[in-house]
T-cell receptor, first 114, second 114 residues
Framework: SAVISQKPSRDICQRGTSLTIQCQVD?????MFWYRQQPGQSLTLIAT?????????ESGFVIDKFPISRPNLTFSTLTVSNMSPEDSSIYLC???????????FGPGTRLTVT | AQSVTQLGSHVSVSEGALVLLRCNYS??????LFWYVQYPNQGLQLLLK??????LVKGINGFEAEFKKSETSFHLTKPSAHMSDAAEYFC????????????FGAGTRLFVKA
């Protein structure tokens, strides 16, 4: 299995500002995923990040709002830009195992926008 | 395309009683099926998964699930609930092979009464 850490674990931010969330994995992985979990809801995939290429965004999510970096095989960042209260969510980083039949999740970043 | 439906957003059982959380899926290809658990303020942890082979899958913490292709179901059970089982449970599906995303159900919150 993979051990995933995220920073920060939580933050309270003012509207109009940006926050960058870091995801660190203890092993090299090809694909990393960023999810959003709004209060009381399920997980929604924001984007898939492969090392050395542009992230692939899901419908409803755009690069200007959620820029992603993937500089190497163990690290990624997600930035939530120009935040509004509607961005208040838990943001989760995830990776696949080698067999691509299992995903591991980080502990999440709980974001509150005031 | 894949989709998953969890029946019941909330389930309440007494300690020691049977736990049954329902999940139905649809998939255009043979599916991989998963149950994840999320404890308060934590990320997701894999309980069990079905990929191929035996249709009755045993997971951690005494949980098991049975893949029933004819019923397109993957219900999660545990013979005897424990207070520590109180959490949010997510069923998920993805297509076997490459190129498919994991789709999560809406989640079922399990309450365990003393």
């Amino acid at each position: 299995s993979a051990v995933i850490s995220q920073k920060p674990s939580r933050d309270i931010c003012q509207r109009g500002t940006s926050l960058t969330i870091q995801c660190q994995v203890d092993s090299q992985v090809t694909m990393m995923f960023w999810y959003r979990q709004q209060p009381g809801q399920s997980l929604t995939l924001i984007a898939t990040a492969n090392q050395g290429s542009e992230a692939t965004y899901e419908s409803g999510f755009v690069i200007d709002k959620f820029p992603i970096s993937r500089p190497n095989l163990t690290f990624s960042t997600l930035t939530v830009s120009n935040m509004s209260p509607e961005d208040s969510s838990i943001y989760l980083c995830s990776v696949e195992n080698r067999g691509r039949d299992e995903q591991y999740f980080g502990p999440g970043t709980r974001l509150t926008v005031t | 395309a894949q989709s998953v439906t969890q029946l019941g957003s909330h389930v309440s059982v007494s300690e020691g009683a049977l736990v049954l959380l329902r999940c139905n899926y649809s998939s255009s290809v043979p599916p991989y099926l998963f149950w994840y658990v999320q404890y308060p303020n934590q990320g997701l942890q894999l309980l069990l998964k079905y990929t191929t082979g035996a249709t009755l899958v045993k997971g951690i913490n005494g949980f098991e699930a049975e893949f029933k292709k004819s019923e397109t179901s993957f219900h999660l059970t545990k013979p005897s609930a424990h207070m520590s089982d109180a959490a949010e449970y997510f069923c998920a599906v993805r297509g076997s092979g490459g190129g498919f995303k994991t789709i999560f159900g809406a989640g079922t919150r399990l309450f365990v009464k003393a």
